[in-house]
């Protein structure tokens, strides 16, 4: 008579300590944090050189290719080219003053956020505050609906009816057309995201127009 064979009981594992799990969870955690400080310090230089460049490029289109331009902070309630010893630039607001060849003034150059349709929007524009009249506008930053809010970046009969136009800005309907000095023409179908552009511009004007017209030059370089 055969025996048949009986299978060993099965060993179970020893639990693993709380603590232990704990442990490791941490440390995995303050790995993947390392991980991701160290990447973002080394990749922060390209990315705010790719800023600094993406506003110098802007700069100069707005104001028309200027000779030279200076960088004046908001510091103290006034516009300021020099800022007083031992203030830092870092989290100030800054616009941008052009020149031309001979030294005299273009205009200023001016960077503001808004609400756009669906996401902020940012744009830069060039403002003789004398004349208060625009020089040119550029879209920087925008995410609104492809093929109808985007125009504001891409149709370049919106973006050119921004020269010469004087402020406060009035958006007009292509059917109305531009009646007045103030007018720009909207695009059709994207009512709502020209008017954010308006908006943001008109309301960057109210708040700098009188730090423009207070500011006086500082001898330069």
Not at 11 to 37: C, E, F, H, K
Not at 39 to 54: M, Q
Not at 116 to 142: C, E, N, W
Not at 173 to 195: F, H, L, Q
Request: aromatic fraction near 6%; proline fraction near 5%; avoid cysteine.
């Amino acid at each position: 008579m055969s025996m048949g064979m009986t299978s060993a009981p099965p060993v179970l594992g020893r639990d693993v300590p709380s603590w232990r799990l704990l442990s490791l969870m941490t440390t995995a955690g303050a790995l993947a944090g390392l991980l991701i400080v160290t990447a973002y310090r080394l990749t922060l230089p390209r990315i705010e050189h790719h800023k600094s460049e993406v506003m110098r490029a802007a700069i100069q289109e707005v104001l028309e290719a200027p000779r030279s331009f200076d960088t004046l902070y908001l510091a103290k309630g006034a516009l300021v080219k020099t800022l007083p010893a031992g203030t830092s630039a870092k989290g100030l607001e800054k616009i941008y003053l052009g020149h031309d060849a001979t030294g005299k003034r273009i205009g200023f150059a001016v960077s503001a956020t808004g609400n756009g349709f669906q996401d902020p929007v940012t744009v830069m524009f060039g403002y003789d505050a004398a004349a208060h009249t625009l020089i040119a506008m550029r879209v920087i930053s925008s995410k609104e609906t492809p093929g109808l809010g985007d125009k504001i970046d891409k149709d370049s009969a919106f973006v050119n009816g921004f020269a010469n136009v004087v402020a406060p800005v009035a958006g007009v309907k292509k059917d109305r057309g531009k009646t007045t000095p103030n007018d720009v023409v909207m695009i059709t179908g994207a009512t709502i995201s020209s008017r954010a552009v308006i908006r943001i511009i008109d309301d960057a004007i109210a708040r700098w127009q009188p730090l423009m017209d207070a500011y006086r030059e500082e001898a330069r370089p």
